[in-house]
T-cell receptor
Framework: KAGVTQTPRYLIKTRGQQVTLSCSPI?????VSWYQQTPGQGLQFLFE???????NKGNFPGRFSGRQFSNSRSEMNVSTLELGDSALYLC?????????????FGPGTRLLVL | KNEVEQSPQNLTAQEGEFITINCSYS?????LHWLQQHPGGGIVSLFM???GKKKHGRLIATINIQEKHSSLHITASHPRDSAVYIC??????????FGAGTILRVKS
């Protein structure tokens, strides 16, 4: 079974631009969660999608948004990029996303904002 | 909101040593996750446990629900175990709260 894939793997943007990251979950997994990892804040939950609906949301500004498609693939978008958005963005998939099952992580997208 | 604390923050061990990493949380939970992150960023889920003890190869994870504490043990440590180990608890559904991580370095 193929693992979780994320594209692109690396991205360089400038302040004020917007960016879209993509995540393809493991086949059959309906829950996709997104995380941000920075040296200062560590790993933080961004949001979770299940059956094309945002089910949980972390404490991030509205510039961070996402969506999920009918095939469970998910995208996250960051608008009006700030220097502090430089981070590793990880997505993880699981079957139903109840917090009591293993989450399978993708390799991440490393975003640098200049 | 659940607060998750890990100790130690950094750990250096000699190959073959027994290693323990601790994780405490403030609010009762249904499950706890142990994750491993190698340089380069990839994260692997090691364990998800809600009670007792689980073992996988040289790795053992235990949890004490009453004391709100979990430990990850590595027996006969090896340089390839060098990584960051992170514990996480679900705040609601799949919304995980993470510890700051323990950086482990095993020297040969």
């Amino acid at each position: 079974k193929a693992g979780v894939t994320q594209t692109p793997r690396y991205l360089i943007k400038t302040r004020g631009q917007q960016v879209t990251l993509s995540c393809s979950p493991i086949s059959g997994h309906r829950s996709v969660s997104w995380y941000q990892q920075t040296p200062g804040q560590g790993l933080q939950f961004l949001f979770e999608y299940f059956s094309e609906t945002q089910r949980n949301k972390g404490n991030f500004p509205g510039r961070f948004s996402g969506r999920q498609f009918s095939n469970s693939r998910s995208e996250m978008n960051v608008s009006t990029l700030e220097l502090g958005d430089s981070a590793l963005y990880l997505c993880a998939s699981s079957l139903v996303g109840d917090g009591q099952e293993t989450q399978y992580f993708g390799p991440g997208t490393r975003l640098l904002v200049l | 909101k659940n607060e998750v604390e890990q100790s130690p923050q950094n750990l250096t061990a000699q190959e073959g040593e027994f290693i323990t990493i601790n994780c405490s949380y403030s609010v009762g939970i249904s499950a706890l996750h142990w994750l491993q992150q190698h340089p380069g960023g990839g994260i692997v889920s090691l364990f998800m446990l809600s009670s007792g003890k689980k073992k996988h190869g040289r790795l053992i994870a235990t949890i004490n629900i009453q004391e709100k504490h979990s430990s990850l043990h590595i027996t006969a440590s090896h340089p390839r175990d060098s990584a960051v180990y992170i514990c996480a608890v679900p705040e609601y559904g799949n919304k995980l709260v993470f510890g700051a991580g323990t950086i482990l370095r095993v020297k040969s």
